[in-house]
Nanobody
């Protein structure tokens, strides 16, 4: 599965962006998908993930502001980001891992994801 993230940009505090992660390959529909971010000087952290059956999980720092969703017909996962803050500035990556028929399983460790795409830069100005 090849992944292509897009939709990053520069917004002011309080603004919104929607990131897209387009995947190639038929295994996407059987995979959990996560969005992760890495800010300068910090470790990469998971911010949202979605299981095959659309169960979602979020980092505390983005709960209530970010929404992850998937469209299996388009092999695409989205991350709607609202009420953006300067602390959200980072390179955002999407990642996938097949979950072997565990339709509701959401890996919540970077090491569990075995397929990563190139990132897209999000910058929030104050």
């Amino acid at each position: 599965v090849q992944l292509q993230a897009s939709g990053g940009g520069t917004v002011q505090t309080g603004g919104s962006l929607r990131l897209s992660c387009a995947a190639s390959g038929s295994s996407f529909v059987f995979s959990a998908v996560a969005w992760s971010r890495q800010a300068p000087g910090k470790q990469r952290e998971l911010v949202a993930a979605i299981a095959v059956n659309n169960i979602m999980k979020y980092a505390d720092s983005v709960k209530g502001r970010f929404t992850i969703s998937r469209d299996n017909n388009k092999n695409t996962v989205y991350l709607q980001m609202n009420s953006l803050e300067p602390e959200d500035t980072a390179v955002y990556y999407c990642a996938t891992v097949p979950t072997n028929r565990r339709w509701g399983y959401i890996p919540w460790s970077r090491d569990e994801y075995d397929n990563w795409g190139y990132g897209t830069q999000v910058t929030v100005s104050s």
